[in-house]
């Protein structure tokens, strides 16, 4: 800007200049020198120009004009008697001087932007042309000064326009990257899987969630359509273009399908986004692996129908004999009768404090109460509480418990029940007369410190198809239904769920024929 109107006003400046020096120059060429004179004087005294006449040698000035006077608030005497220096502001050769001066050694005379000081102190920007001529018998300086003020105010004007503008653009960018930034980091951050698309459905971005569901990078997914990567009925695709010819949100429950050829099912939503004008312009799409759910959803109705399983077959040997009960008070056998419902009552009760015993284990880790326990002093205990019940079957159980053991932080009212249970079947599923061992120890894996319990009998074993199943609720291998054993099928699950609540782990090895080991390990220094 500053650029193009120094140009411009030094032309005009050049152009009057040129205009008056032509004049002169044609009436000396007249030979009317007195006449020149008198034009150059009429110039001189009326010219809207300030100018001013300096000595070269001394840079005093010598003659001012009357425009000149006015415009720095001197009388035009007052000039006369002033150095140049008094109201001309010295300047620094920039790039701009720079660039005048070459034009002074091609045309004579030198352009430049300088301040002059008015006489009551205030400061006129101006651009000056300075000559130097022969003027009535001597050298002499001519400054034509021409005020630029109101160049000066508009370009300060634009400037701090164009700072203003180059701010509030800076801002705008700075807002909209902060803006990006969060969108993206609360993409980032949710476990929905994320994608939008254009208008013709295909993929523009997807976060980390869809990527980690459907394997496909942002790279790979952008540019697909996101019908190729969901298993959709036609009836699916045709809901969707009912829906979305409405503008409505379409939600419903699909094959989702991965990039390595896996598939998952999946809620999947989709919404279009619309103009002002309701046409489509792309579509937003969320969706999450609904497999857990589904999982859990199949665990609870499994669960819900062996519970139902496991109740009804007490409930009808309830019914039924009390209903021989009734009929055989004559005959005597009410006895007996009375001792099976004696015994399916027990059943129902042990079926439903296991129960109980499971729901609060699942609730949370919170019901353990712990406390410093010596493993030693539990497992005596469990022995001496099974002493009666050994010497019934004619069972030896043979023990080995270290006297320095470390002390743990535990539940001991839970523990007792893990090497209850563990024994209980040990007994449960051993014939008479054979030998249970149960050796406690400290064991070190290289990074922490165990207390190792093993419980080992020399029974049938466990056939290799239940072994991987003897955890699972509600499972009864095939001697406990045949031999009629009593149980819940709950009392591993719960010994393995306790023992996980201490941060443990319980294991099982079997050879059929042979006998089976369950080892439990319970950590040493939990705070
Ligand atoms: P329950 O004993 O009530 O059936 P458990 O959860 O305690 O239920 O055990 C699950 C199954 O594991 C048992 O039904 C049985 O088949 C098998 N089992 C457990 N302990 C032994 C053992 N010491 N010897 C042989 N089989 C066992």
Redesign the pocket.
């Known amino acids: 800007m500053s650029f193009i109107n120094k140009f411009q006003s030094n032309e005009l400046l050049q152009q009057e200049v040129g205009i008056l020096r032509q004049r002169i120059a044609e009436l000396e060429a007249q030979n009317q020198p007195s006449a020149a004179a008198a034009y150059a004087d009429f110039l001189f005294e009326n010219s809207g120009e300030s100018i001013l006449i300096i000595d070269p040698y001394t840079m005093k000035i010598l003659e001012a004009n009357p425009n000149a006077a006015r415009r720095l608030g001197y009388r035009r005497a007052e000039l006369c008697d002033l150095a140049l220096d008094q109201v001309e502001m010295p300047r620094s050769l920039n790039d701009d001087d720079a660039e005048s001066a070459w034009q002074s050694s091609v045309s004579g005379t030198f352009f430049y932007e300088s301040a002059y000081r008015h006489n009551n102190g205030t400061l006129i920007p101006v651009e000056v042309s300075s000559r130097l001529v022969f003027w009535q018998g001597r050298d002499v300086l001519i400054n034509f000064v021409r005020d630029i003020s109101w160049r000066k105010e508009t370009e300060t004007a634009l400037r701090l326009v164009n700072n203003s503008l180059e701010e509030q653009l800076r801002q705008h960018a700075a807002d909209l990257a902060a803006e990006k930034e969060k969108l993206e980091a609360v993409l980032g951050s949710i476990a929905e899987g994320v994608a939008m698309a254009d208008a013709n459905k295909k993929i523009v971005y997807v976060n980390t969630a869809f990527s980690s569901l459907t394997m496909y990078g942002l790279a790979e997914a952008q540019g697909r359509s996101f019908e190729t990567m969901f298993d959709f009925a036609p009836r699916d695709l045709q809901a969707q273009t009912t829906a979305f010819a409405e503008g409505k949100v379409w939600s419903g429950e699909v094959v989702g399908l991965c990039q390595d050829g896996r598939t998952y099912p999946t809620v999947l939503t989709i919404v279009p986004i619309l103009d002002e004008d309701g046409r489509i312009t792309g579509y937003v799409t969320s969706h999450q692996d609904i497999s857990r759910f589904k999982a859990l959803d199949k665990a609870q109705y499994s669960f819900i129908t062996n519970v139902s399983h496991q109740l009804r077959t007490p409930l009808t040997n309830i019914k039924l004999y009390t209903q021989l009960v009734e009929d055989g008070l004559s005959n005597g056998k009410a006895v007996h009768y009375l001792h099976v419902l004696s015994q399916q009552a027990d059943r129902l009760e042990h079926l439903v404090q296991d129960i109980l015993e499971l729901a609060s284990l699942d609730s949370t880790e919170n019901v353990l109460d712990w406390r410093p326990v010596d493993l030693a002093e539990i497992l005596r205990q469990v022995i001496l509480s099974n002493q009666r019940r050994m010497q019934l079957a004619q069972q030896t159980l043979r023990y080995s418990l270290p006297e320095d053991l470390p002390i743990i932080k535990a539940d001991p009212a839970r523990l007792r029940q893990v090497f209850s249970?563990l024994l209980d079947?040990?007994f449960?599923?051993t014939p008479a007369g054979t030998d249970i061992t149960l050796e406690a120890a400290l064991f070190e894996d290289g990074t922490r410190q165990w207390l190792k319990v093993e419980v080992q009998?020399k029974?049938?074993?466990?056939a290799p198809e239940?072994q991987a199943h003897?955890f699972d609720r509600f499972?009864?291998?095939h001697?406990?239904e045949q031999g009629n054993i009593v149980?819940?099928?709950?009392?591993?699950?719960i010994a393995q769920q306790i023992t996980q609540a201490h941060h443990g782990h319980i294991a099982m090895e079997s050879t059929p024929g042979q006998g089976?080991k369950f080892t439990v390990w319970l950590p040493v220094g939990l705070e």
Do not use: S
């Open positions: 249970e079947n040990a449960a599923y009998d029974g049938p074993g466990i239940d003897v499972f009864r291998g001697p406990a149980g819940t099928g709950l009392g591993l699950c089976t």
